[in-house]
């Protein structure tokens, strides 16, 4: 979706141990906890997969560490969190979290792009499987 230039999506984040709790058998799948978000922003300046503190505290993801990031603010330090389930246009990876502050939309970084082998079209403003694979999901392992 192509709001002024921009490249929007809809994702699904699932909290990775409650996935895991459901696939052992000791959670139900009503009981993972998940996000359905409508307007992630395709951000390929931005590293990692960034959620605002409000989604992760929903997610009841815990904290790993801090990490030195840049952004439009400047040099600061941001909590990085559990990983997590991220699913985009049917594709799916685990993915460390980053957190950022409310008011700041979720932002799908490089690295998740990367994984999940998806591509920016630039004139078309919307996200497409890679077409060096054929639009089809593919690793590179050279």
């Known amino acids: 979706m192509d709001i002024m230039g921009r490249v929007i999506v809809e994702i699904t984040v699932e909290n990775l141990a409650d996935v895991y709790a459901v696939r052992l058998g000791v959670l139900g799948v009503e009981q993972a906890r998940r996000v359905v978000v409508a307007d992630a922003l395709v951000d390929s300046g931005a590293t990692l997969l960034s959620m605002p503190t409000r ?19 400047g040099v600061g330090e941001a909590t990085l969190y559990d990983a997590v389930r991220l699913t985009v246009m049917g594709r799916s990876c685990s993915m460390d979290v980053l957190e950022v502050p409310d008011t700041v939309p979720v932002l799908i970084g ?3 792009l990367e ?3 998806f591509t920016i079209d630039m004139r078309s403003h919307t996200l497409t499987g890679n077409p060096a694979h054929g639009g089809e999901h593919m690793y590179e392992l050279f």
């Open 55 to 73: 989604l992760i505290r929903e997610l009841g993801l815990l904290p790993v560490s801090r990490k030195r990031v840049t952004s439009s603010a």
């Open 110 to 112: 490089q690295i998740p």
């Open 115 to 117: 994984h999940l082998d």
